[in-house]
């Protein structure tokens, strides 16, 4: 029988980022001082440790190979991997969520009291059955609409599972482009917009004025942050549903415009006059351990 390969992904808690690894004059004085801003760092770093710690018990006694990445936006092959187990919170899985393809992943939220785990099935409690059942295949399935997105016909990703802020660089300017999608193209201004899939419908999507969608959704969200209808326009593509098999494409009408996917850490500058395309991705992401609590 062979014996199963897991790849287990850490997020740095801040704790270990700024006092830790970068020993932050600013980050340590406040600690000292017990100020609220951090308070709750060593304690949330200790529940952490502590996941982290039983997450790689518990697959040592089940017979795992484990190979443990300790900053979640690394890079990692899932070649020869049965499962990936991400230990933080929903954004440690959103960011192991770029290196999976095919394999399932597992969320383990390491300290429910301090980060968001909404597509985290696991937690410390409980996690003996919850991974055995993860490796054996007696979780639920929960299939992943992700988003593929193209600069002048160049595929920048095609694992984008919230969404993608197109914007000015600049926060405080204005963000110029046109618009397409079916027959109707429309020249905007706005403070850029929201794309992506229903895994992201609950978040920007949603603050900005979007709908939630199924997470069994495969089409995409378009919301446009404080649209500028200057002299009296009405823009038509404010919220568009890109449905499957379809693809919404914008083009830059300035020159400092930036694409952000999935948060800051992916920047993508978009130059004046390019091109960029949103479509579903061939590649959906299959998350486990969520299908009965998200019907419930």
Request: glycine share 8%; hydrophobic share 40%; aromatic share 6%.
């Amino acid at each position: 029988m062979s014996v199963p390969r897991v790849i287990v992904v850490s997020k740095r808690t801040s704790y270990q980022r700024y006092v830790e690894d970068e020993r932050d004059p600013r980050a340590v004085r406040l600690l000292r001082k017990r100020d609220k801003s951090v308070a709750h760092w060593p304690e949330a770093d200790r529940e952490h440790s502590r996941t982290l710690e039983e997450v790689e018990r518990v697959l040592d006694r089940i017979g795992a190979r484990v190979a443990i990445v300790h900053r979640a936006h690394a890079a990692f092959d899932t070649s020869d991997a049965a499962l990936v187990v991400a230990v933080g919170g929903d954004g440690t899985l959103l960011a192991a969520s770029h290196n999976v393809a095919a394999v399932p992943i597992l969320g383990v939220n390491s300290a429910p009291r301090y980060s968001v785990g909404f597509f985290c099935a696991g937690s410390r409690r409980g996690l003996t059955k919850t991974l055995s059942d993860a490796l054996e295949g007696r979780l639920p399935k929960l299939r992943l609409t992700r988003m593929s997105v193209s600069v002048e016909g160049r595929v920048r990703s095609r694992r984008v599972l919230n969404e993608a802020l197109f914007s000015h660089a600049s926060p405080a300017a204005t963000t110029r482009y046109s618009v397409r999608y079916g027959r109707i193209k429309e020249e905007q201004r706005s403070s850029g917009f929201w794309i992506g899939p229903a895994a992201g419908s609950t978040a920007a999507q949603r603050s900005a004025g979007g709908r939630v969608l199924p997470l069994g959704s495969k089409s995409l969200q378009l919301v446009v942050r404080e649209p500028y209808q200057y002299f009296g326009r009405r823009y038509k593509l404010l919220s568009v549903l890109v449905k499957a098999g379809s693809s919404l494409k914008i083009q830059s009408t300035m020159h400092d415009a930036s694409l952000y996917l999935d948060g800051p850490s992916k920047q993508i500058p978009v130059r004046l006059g390019d091109v960029v395309e949103f479509e579903e991705s061939s590649e959906p992401l299959t998350l486990l351990g969520l299908r009965e609590r998200l019907r419930s």
